[in-house]
């Protein structure tokens, strides 16, 4: 079993920041990639942030500047430090993995139960 647990969702006026974190727990052999993407109501889920176990970060064009991906291999937990929070950046986070359970096994993806970020105008 693999969980993936997120954490600093909350509201926030424009302007403001918030920090998400997201540790994985359970059966883990190695993990690829960590993410955080987000759903607003009505849209699709769109991918935020992305940052592979090998360096190197991946940013939607809305989120660059602003937002900054980091990640704690020994904790296998992934942050998401989110600055100058705009109202259009309000919708459900969530934490993705791209992880192996054994050596034998290839990778699959695993999700958090998401996380609520309000920003108010």
């Known amino acids: 079993q693999v969980q993936l647990v997120e954490s600093g969702g909350g509201l926030v006026q424009a302007g403001g920041s918030l920090r998400l974190s997201c540790a994985a727990s359970g059966s883990i052999f190695s993990i690829n990639a960590m993410g955080w993407y987000r759903q607003a109501p009505g849209k699709q889920r769109e991918l935020v942030a992305r940052i592979p176990s090998g360096g190197g970060t991946n940013y939607a064009d809305s989120v660059k500047g602003r937002f900054t991906i980091s990640r704690d291999n020994a904790k296998n937990t992934v942050y998401l430090q989110m600055n100058s929070l705009k109202p259009e950046d309000t919708a459900v986070y969530y934490c993705?993995?791209?992880?192996?359970?054994?050596?034998?096994?290839?990778?699959?993806?695993?999700w958090g139960q998401g996380t609520q970020v309000t920003v108010s105008s």
């Open positions: 993705n993995a791209d992880l192996r359970t054994t050596y034998f096994r290839a990778s699959s993806n695993y």
